[in-house]
């Protein structure tokens, strides 16, 4: 099973390289996800989706410290682990929220005609 993003620039040449870095990241995540099953057939998709999600997380977590500047308005928000992880959190469920497979044909509360 390949898992496929950013949907809108696949095949457009003049959008890949228009791509933000954000965009690569994502593409390269997933590209990455989809090799590692590739690679080994008994692997399990939610074991490996679960490494690159903590991955994802630790960079993300790193990325995001303060800077040593008590009175940054950038930083305000993530001045303390909590509010970073609550910010993570936050950007977390919105993006899962935008995700195409956040709903499922299978999941519980799925309507059945």
């Given amino acids: 099973m390949r898992l496929s993003v950013l949907h809108h620039l696949e095949g457009n040449d003049h959008a890949m390289s228009q791509q933000s ?13 989809n090799t590692l099953v590739d690679e080994d057939t008994d692997v399990d998709l939610q074991e490996v989706a679960d ?10 977590l790193y990325a995001h410290q303060p800077c040593d500047d008590p009175r940054c308005a950038d930083c305000a928000s993530l001045r303390t682990a909590e509010w970073r992880l609550k ?9 899962a929220r935008e995700s195409d497979y956040f709903h499922s044909p299978d999941d519980m509360t799925a309507g059945r005609a």
Wanted: charged fraction near 25%.
């Fill in 87 to 95: 910010e993570l959190l936050n950007r977390g469920e919105g993006m």
């Fill in 51 to 60: 490494g690159l999600l903590a991955g994802a997380i630790h960079f993300w």
């Fill in 21 to 33: 870095g954000y965009e690569e990241a994502s593409r390269r995540l997933v590209e990455l996800g």
